[in-house]
């Protein structure tokens, strides 16, 4: 059996503040991995600078390739590097201590292709708290046959992406999960790594998390992603505010029925995360209002970005139709067409655990 040999790739730009202790996780991993590449998209505020001087006990390659976007960058990593196994994650977070070696771990079967990890907020503050349980699941409520994991946390064999299933260079937000839903479609078989866990920090401001759902819709709508999701999103909305222009109680009474449980998960999640932290129903009750507005300025924000993509699909693309989805375009942004497709472009089955595709012969 050929040894397992594990490739970290990143992308950074402009994480100064962070950068330090997302070094230090890597570093203090039970599992180091065999090399890292890191491509920095033009930082200007010293992470660069920081990087150069990082000397791990493992090899390092940092490149800066100003202006490029996340899938440009991780593509230009994955491309130099040379391990069996490819785990990915992002600046900004900070991996626990044994996050590789769970990723790694699951990989050990022949019959997984993707190793999933998860991620986790930091709870540090009111704002983080409400924000947190608006947005982000608890790993209690994955299921693995829909979970599309998060670059921030995952790792695959390298042999998908030398097959072509590579992170899509026209997309600047969703991209990852256009990634997961090619490798899905081509076979690749999904394993949740529950135990391979990063946390980060959620956005710190109104308007920083508004920009960031209103990209992910924007995303959406580029992609043609959730089309059904996004209609319903708007028929609820549109009933909301035809039921309050025309005053029926009635009508309120039911649509209220319909926001309580449209909220109601995150509302639990909250309640489940302070009990376990310790905090009183005091502050849990306090924070409630917080993310039932939270909930709904993000709907608002993906109301307004969905549309913008969806123009830009139309306009770039050639129309809002499947046959201009993620489906249908290529890594590099390029249309294309069943029939023009070879035998030699279809997507292999996963090489053996531990064995590269070129040592399988």
Known sequence: MNPVTVSLVATVKNESSSIGAWLRAIESQTRLPDETIIVDAGSTDGCWEHLCMWTPMFPVLVLQVAGVNISQGRNAAIERASGIIIAVT???TVAEPEWLERLVESLRDERVDVSAGFFRPQLDSYWARGLAAATLPDSSEIDI???QPSSRSVAFRRTWWEAGIRYPEWLDFCEDLVWDLALRRAGARFHFADGAVVTYHVRPTLGEYLR???RYARGDGKA???ARRHALRYFAYSALLLALA???HWECMVLAGIGALYVRRPVE???????SMGRSMRDTALTVPLVLALRAAGDLAKIAGYPVGLTWRVRVMGGPCWRAT???VNPDGKRFLPSTMSRGTQ??????ACESPRDST
Do not use: I, M
């Open 212 to 214: 960031q759902y209103f």
């Open 269 to 275: 999640r909250l309640l489940a995360r302070d009990r």
């Open 224 to 226: 043609g992603l959730f």
């Open 90 to 92: 992002d600046a900004g």
């Open 347 to 352: 997507q292999p089955s996963s090489s053996p």
């Open 145 to 147: 046959a829909t979970f």
């Open 246 to 248: 025309r005053g029926r």
């Open 326 to 328: 993620w489906r249908r």
